[in-house]
């Protein structure tokens, strides 16, 4: 299951949201031909605070945030983020969705098109819109198409019961995909 929400954030929210994930010194600087995806895992703040209210999550839910960049060195390939294995995650199957939310007011961007298999041998190809929020059911093998122009800015997270499940660091993970 895939749902799309156009103009998910308040303008407020989004601006607020813009600043924190923009802000100078976030994501390190790296060479021009460097292969590398930036994740920055967030415990708290004003953008955890902004997905909770817009979810509007019980006090049983919890939300694990991230804020991502992307641009042309980057390679995201198909992949499941409840997989077995993970190194980065401990999780129970308590995952209930994820999320995607993408900044392209302030950072335009070519290409990086989100991609899902339905699980019926068809991929569906999202062209991510302005504050615009995707969610769809955690287990979903998912990749971004190359991006050709520009950085790709998302705040994505997985949105789960409060159990076991935690990450088991917050910080920049280098190579973790989306």
Do not use: A
């Amino acid at each position: 299951m895939i749902i799309r929400i156009e103009n998910f954030l308040s303008k407020e929210d989004y601006d607020i949201c813009w600043e924190e994930i923009s802000k100078p010194g976030v994501f390190p600087k790296r060479k021009p031909t460097e292969r590398r995806n930036d994740r920055i895992y967030r415990k708290d703040g004003p953008l955890l605070e902004i997905i909770r209210k817009n979810f509007k999550l019980h006090d049983n839910m919890r939300v694990n945030i991230h804020t991502t960049m992307f641009n042309k060195t980057s390679l995201i390939n198909f992949h499941n983020d409840v997989g077995e294995g993970s190194e980065k995650l401990r999780y129970n199957k308590s995952w209930i969705f994820q999320f995607n939310i993408y900044f392209r007011k302030n950072s335009p961007f070519e290409g990086g098109n989100f991609e899902l298999d339905r699980g019926d041998g068809k991929i569906e190809s999202i062209e991510p819109k302005d504050n615009e929020c995707v969610m769809f059911v955690s287990g979903m093998s998912h990749s971004i198409s190359p991006i050709t122009e520009g950085d790709r800015y998302t705040l994505g997270g997985f949105v789960l019961y409060d159990n076991d499940c935690l990450f088991s660091e917050y910080e920049t993970q280098e190579g973790d995909n989306e």
